[in-house]
Nanobody, 119 residues
Framework: QVQLVESGGGLVQAGGSLRLSCVASGTIFSIDAMGWHRQAPGKQRELVATITSGSTNYADSVKGRFTISRDNAKNTVYLQMNSLKPEDTAVYYC??????????????WGQGTQVTVSS
């Protein structure tokens, strides 16, 4: 059993910053890619950023404003969000590709954290 728990969401004014965190716990052997997605009301879930051991990838809409990082010792992924815009308002979900100690490999998702940016 693997759980991902996000934190750090909230209400912020346009131009402000937030830092999201996501901790993975449970029967983890190793974690490959980790990432953040978001879903705004009435829209499909979209990729925000991903990180592997050697690279990062960002949606065009957040490049230069958001930074993804991870602490492998803590099984944690972060998303530093700067220069926030009202269109960044969404529920943010973290995900991780996890190999468990039972030798299964699959993607796991967190429950989501709300980010609201006021104009």
């Amino acid at each position: 059993q693997v759980q991902l728990v996000e934190s750090g969401g909230g209400l912020v004014q346009a131009g402000g910053s937030l830092r999201l965190s996501c901790v993975a716990s449970g029967t983890i052997f190793s974690i490959d890619a980790m990432g953040w997605h978001r879903q705004a009301p009435g829209k499909q879930r979209e990729l925000v950023a991903t990180i592997t051991s050697g690279s990062t990838n960002y949606a065009d809409s957040v490049k230069g404003r958001f930074t993804i990082s991870r602490d492998n010792a803590k099984n944690t992924v972060y998303l530093q969000m700067n220069s926030l815009k009202p269109e960044d308002t969404a529920v943010y979900y973290c995900n991780a590709n996890v190999a468990t100690i039972l030798a299964s490999v699959r993607d796991y998702w967190g429950q989501g954290t709300q980010v609201t940016v006021s104009s």
